[in-house]
C-alpha cells in the first residue's frame, strides 16, 4: 500500500482528472472484472478500487451494477405494484402548492379521484 500523501493524490486524480487515468475508456478484461469483484467481498472500498484499476469511481459503480454484485436481481427491493393507479400527490405534499405543475387556478386537475 502506499503512503498517505501519495494515495490522497491519487485520489484527487481519480476525481478531479480522470483523463489522466491509464485504464480510462478500455473495456474492462475478464482480469480486471475478476480483480474487481475480489475486491468487493474483500471489502475494499469504491475510491481504493479506483485507485488500484485506474478507473473512475463511476466506472467501478457501473461495473458493480453489470456484475451484479450486489445479488439485486435476486433480491429486488423495489418492485412497481401496477394494480393501484396512481392518485395525485398535491394535498401531501411539502412544495408550495403555487408552484405545483398540476395546479391550475389553486386546484389540482386530479383532484377529486
Not at 3 to 20: F, G, N
Request: hydrophobic share 30%; with cysteine.
Amino acid at each position: 500500500m502506499m503512503d498517505q500523501e501519495k494515495y490522497r493524490e491519487a485520489v484527487r486524480t481519480v476525481r478531479h482528472s480522470p483523463a489522466s487515468l491509464e485504464r480510462r475508456g478500455e473495456c474492462w478484461s475478464e482480469e480486471d472484472k475478476g480483480k474487481l469483484s475480489e475486491m468487493f467481498f474483500d471489502n475494499v472500498g469504491i475510491t481504493e478500487m479506483a485507485v488500484i484499476l485506474q478507473r473512475s469511481e463511476t466506472a467501478i459503480m457501473q461495473q458493480i451494477e453489470k456484475q451484479d454484485l450486489y445479488d439485486r436481481k435476486l433480491y429486488p427491493t423495489r418492485q412497481r405494484n401496477n394494480s393501484v393507479p396512481s392518485k395525485c400527490l398535491c394535498e401531501v405534499c411539502v412544495a408550495d402548492s403555487a408552484l405545483c405543475p398540476l395546479r391550475s387556478g389553486g386546484h389540482c386537475c386530479q383532484e377529486g379521484e
